[in-house]
Nanobody
């Protein structure tokens, strides 16, 4: 399984970005898709998840600003990030979990928020 993340870039505080994660097979075969991020000098943290049934979760720091969604026809998961802050600077990684527990990781995409 390959996961291709894209959409990162350099934006100013308050701007928006949409990250995409395209999977090489149907995302409905996974129990859960997720976005993680790793800021410089920090551990990787779970940002948001979406289950095959559409249930979503968010870390407190992004609630109300980020939205995860899935397009099953395109086998793609998105992370809409609004009102970006400097503390959102990180490499964002896409993750897929099979029903049997096997995990897959994509290469990260860098998000930089700077004035």
């Amino acid at each position: 399984v390959q996961l291709q993340a894209s959409g990162g870039g350099v934006v100013q505080p308050g701007d928006s970005l949409r990250l995409s994660c395209a999977a090489s097979r149907s995302i409905l075969t996974f129990s859960r898709m997720a976005w993680y991020r790793q800021a410089p000098g920090k551990q990787r943290e779970l940002v948001s998840t979406i289950t095959s049934g559409g249930t979503t979760t968010y870390v407190d720091s992004v609630k109300g600003r980020f939205t995860i969604s899935a397009d099953n026809a395109k086998s793609t998961v998105y992370l809409q990030m609004n009102s970006l802050k400097p503390e959102d600077i990180a490499v964002y990684y896409c993750n897929a979990a099979e029903f049997g527990g096997l995990l897959y990781w994509g290469k990260g995409t860098l998000v930089t928020v700077s004035s």
